[in-house]
């Protein structure tokens, strides 16, 4: 099975209350071979350990998040204004604000659905046979 992935380098900003807000240079990144989830790759220089780190959520929650609050659990995407959106990373070790322009975010999901179609995803046939043996006869 062939796989694509996207990944397209976006500008945005640190959001921090007491300090002036910071630039950063994260990758949206889709996979066809992980079709319900988009991620994030953040750089080393604004990870808590120096390290570069990624956050992962469903795909559907960015197309939410661009319209209206969205969110339970470890990520929160709202609009904030016409032009931008505020994705909120909650963790143990804090919480991280970042403000994105919504016009990139938006290219960026378009594109996932060039790949992969919403409702036409597929997890392929090893989570089908392992839902399969997990559910017994109910499939």
């Known amino acids: 099975m062939n ?9 945005a900003r640190l959001v ?3 300090y002036p807000e910071l630039a950063v240079r994260p990758t949206l990144r889709y996979d066809s071979a992980d079709p319900y989830a988009v ?3 953040f750089p080393a220089h604004v990870s808590a350990d120096g390290e570069g780190l990624t ?3 469903a795909r559907s929650l960015l197309e939410e998040g661009l319209e209206t609050p969205a969110g339970v659990g470890d990520v929160h995407i709202r609009p904030c204004g016409w032009a931008r959106t505020i994705l909120e990373f909650h963790s143990p070790l804090g919480l991280a604000v970042i403000r994105f322009s919504s016009g990139a ?7 996932t659905y060039d790949v992969v179609e919403p409702g036409t995803e597929n ?6 046979h392992g839902l399969s043996s997990l559910l017994g006869d109910a499939v």
């Open 105 to 111: 975010l938006q290219r960026f999901l378009l594109r």
């Open 123 to 128: 997890l392929g046939p090893s989570f089908e």
């Open 3 to 11: 796989t694509t992935t996207l990944k397209q380098p976006v500008r």
């Open 16 to 18: 921090t209350p007491d």
């Open 55 to 57: 956050w992962m959520f």
């Open 39 to 41: 991620h994030i790759d």
